[in-house]
């Protein structure tokens, strides 16, 4: 089975690993200058790198969709700048995840293949004419998380980020400037509130919690100000940093339970 991704940052990840893990030949499709923050557990960064492996699944960039094609089917998940999707025509796979995180719907649609699945808020599951997908994820921490919708949609952006150990909004880094960014310290420090981590444009980003610095955007990479730019986590493991997120797994698993409650179509 060939799946074609949508986005390659954390979740978009760890839906990857899931699905790679269960036999599925993977195509990840990001943007030429990726802006997610867990580099260390994102496919992501393969578009910078040329290869990247997260807990022993290994990516490679791809040149073009033939290239993905051939590399997805040795079990290397493929990676291809093409944040248009275009080399899902070309793919024809049997399913379309779109895990590009961004609030709202980008261009997907229930025909791009014979399975479609929205990770996140602005989707539509169903049948009705109003329906983008074949089944949505919900991505809001709580009761809901990872639960598959086949007919609605998930619980809207509320704009802030779940509370992990008590944090919320606070536990985010965010540019305090625009230009450049430059970090000072890595992904898997401990670090404590107000200790410089960044600079931007000479602009200095401290830390606003005290925890271990989960997520950083790599060197040069252009910000705006308030564009999130880091992640801390209060909860003080450095090891975590460095494997897919209990949230990750969680939608992977919903988005794994949808392309199986589809098997009959596929099979068809």
């Known amino acids: 089975m060939l799946v074609v991704i949508r986005g390659a ?3 978009a990840t760890g839906i990857a690993v899931r699905l790679h893990r269960s036999g599925a030949s993977i195509v990840m499709t990001d943007v030429a200058v990726p802006t997610s923050v867990r580099r260390t557990v994102c496919f992501s960064e393969a578009v910078r790198l040329g290869e990247a492996t997260v807990e022993d699944v290994m990516a490679k960039l791809c040149a073009n969709a033939q290239e993905a094609a051939e590399v997805a089917a040795t079990g290397t998940v493929a990676v291809l700048v093409d944040p248009e999707g275009t080399c899902i025509p070309l793919l024809k796979p049997q399913v379309v995840v779109d895990a590009i995180i961004a609030k709202k719907n980008l261009g997907t649609n229930k025909d791009m293949a014979p399975v479609v699945i929205g990770v996140g808020p602005g989707f539509h599951a169903g049948t009705d004419s109003n329906a983008d ?5 919900e991505t809001k921490r ?3 998380l990872g639960r598959v919708i086949y007919d609605g949609s998930p619980i809207p952006n509320t704009g802030v980020p779940g509370n992990v150990a008590g944090h919320s909004a606070d536990r985010v880094l965010r540019a305090p400037a625009d230009g450049p960014f430059h970090p000072i ?6 670090v404590k509130a107000g200790e410089i981590v960044a600079t931007v444009s000479g602009v ?13 955007l790599q060197e040069g990479c252009p910000v705006t100000v308030g564009m999130k730019s880091g992640d801390i986590d209060p909860r003080n493991q450095p090891s975590h940093c ?14 794994l339970e949808a392309i199986l409650h589809f098997t009959g179509r596929l099979e068809g």
């Not at 997908?133 to 994820?137: E, K, Q, R, S, V």
């Open 9 to 11: 940052g954390d979740l």
């Open 133 to 137: 997908c074949h089944a949505a994820i």
């Open 142 to 144: 709580g009761h809901y």
């Open 185 to 190: 310290a890595s992904i898997g420090d401990k």
């Open 204 to 216: 200095p980003l401290p830390a606003t919690i005290d925890g271990v610095l989960r997520g950083l």
């Open 242 to 255: 460095f494997t897919c997120s209990d949230k990750a797994r969680a939608i992977g698993g919903g988005v």
